[in-house]
């Protein structure tokens, strides 16, 4: 058996905060894909308009496959329509604008130049359906001396820092473990998207988005840049030993490493007088986080060698009991397995002629509901009938 076939399968009806709004999405890969995904789990009608036969570039994605699909590209593309038809063509470019002309909201992630050779440029579209929202999701965005570089989610991240900032001090620089480049712009676009749609109900004015994965991605290490940008100080990557927080890290235990962070003067006492040492929590010298700072490595080496002393699990269930911030360092098929994702409807499972497809869900709950499970990914022209109405 496998996991997906243990989630709960979801039937809920969809949410229906953009119910009304119709989206174009153009897109392929990971971040266009998954901005119209948030959108149609917003309740947005969302048609995905793909190449004859091949599709979404993520649909060759794998293995791993569950019943022919790209696991990749069903994690970023339920909740909307597919429709199989060549934009460039003359032909397809007169269907594209029909779509259009109905449409509220095109998602594209093409270079500038590509999008005015291909005719789905602001410029073109916005002349059929003048408020139309155009949000262009690319490597570096429309201007600048890189705008035409190609770029995918390990080049942002490599420029943005974020890998750089990434891993042990003496090993290689590390990308994070998931498209976070992509994610991050994908949720931008989306949020861009809807705030480009509420002024458009106050001034009928449509909108030329531009999200980059570049800006993206670094506007996500602000708390790292702009400490540097403050005071000059240059940090370095610490395999996550190190932080502004003077106790934010992964310890070991006797089986099992979990994680603990002592944010405040509060809470650091409070772990202490867990531990039965109060003495140590009020302790002058360790006052404040900056005076703990000074004596991290001190500090660190005391707490390493007390959790090393008993199990996670008795640690965990201390720490929970007195609101110490600390969890698990889980694996993926542990987090597959977490009862209360599952409970909460987050983890659950589609079921499309047979074959159980898992999802991840939205996270974000409107008067106790989540998006619903109306639509599960398309198969590729799945929909070219019934969207454009032809035989």
Not at 130 to 144: A, K, R
Not at 255 to 282: C, M, V
Request: with cysteine; proline share 6%.
């Amino acid at each position: 058996m496998i996991p997906a076939d243990r989630l709960p399968e979801k039937t809920t009806s969809s949410l229906d905060l953009l119910d009304g709004i119709r989206v174009i999405d153009l897109t392929s890969s990971v971040a266009g894909p998954y901005a119209g995904q948030m959108l149609g789990d917003l309740g947005a009608d969302v048609i995905k308009v793909e190449t004859p036969g091949r599709g979404d570039d993520c649909r060759s994605w794998g293995p791993p496959f569950l019943d022919g699909e790209s696991l990749w590209f069903l994690s970023v593309n339920r909740n909307k329509r597919s429709v199989a038809f060549d934009i460039a063509s003359d032909e397809g470019h007169e269907t594209l604008l029909g779509l259009v002309a109905g449409a509220d909201v095109v998602l594209v992630n093409t270079t500038l130049r590509i999008q005015r050779k291909l005719r789905i440029d602001h410029a073109t579209l916005s002349a059929v359906r003048p408020d139309l929202v155009h949000v262009s999701i690319t490597g570096f965005g429309m201007s600048g001396a890189r705008a035409d570089m190609p770029c995918y989610d390990l080049i942002a991240e490599g420029i943005s820092s974020v890998m750089d900032m990434t891993g042990e001090l003496d090993g290689p620089p590390q990308k994070v473990g998931t498209p976070a480049a992509d994610l991050l712009a994908g949720e931008d676009a989306a949020l861009a998207a809807i705030a480009a749609l509420f002024r458009r109900t106050r001034t009928g004015q449509g909108a030329a988005v531009d999200v980059s994965l570049v800006s993206s991605m670094t506007r996500f290490m602000a708390p790292r840049l702009m400490p540097h940008l403050g005071s000059g100080d240059a940090w370095t990557r610490s395999g996550g030993r190190d932080s502004v927080i003077a106790v934010y890290q992964a310890f070991d235990t006797a089986d099992d490493p979990i994680t603990l962070g002592l944010g405040n003067d509060a809470i650091w006492k409070r772990f202490w007088h867990a531990l039965g040492d109060p003495e140590t929590g009020s302790d002058p010298r360790f006052a404040t986080n900056a005076m703990r700072r000074e004596h991290r490595p001190e500090i660190v080496a005391r707490i390493a060698d007390i959790l090393r002393t008993k199990p996670s699990a008795h640690w965990l269930a201390l720490f929970a009991e007195t609101r110490i911030p600390s969890g698990p360092i889980n694996r993926l098929d542990q987090v597959g397995e977490d009862a209360d994702l599952i409970e909460q409807g987050f983890l659950y499972s589609f079921d499309r002629d047979g074959t159980r497809f898992p999802q991840v869900g939205l996270g974000i709950a409107f008067d106790g509901h989540s998006e619903g499970a109306t639509r599960p990914p398309p198969r590729l022209g799945e929909h070219t009938r019934e969207v454009l109405g032809k035989p």
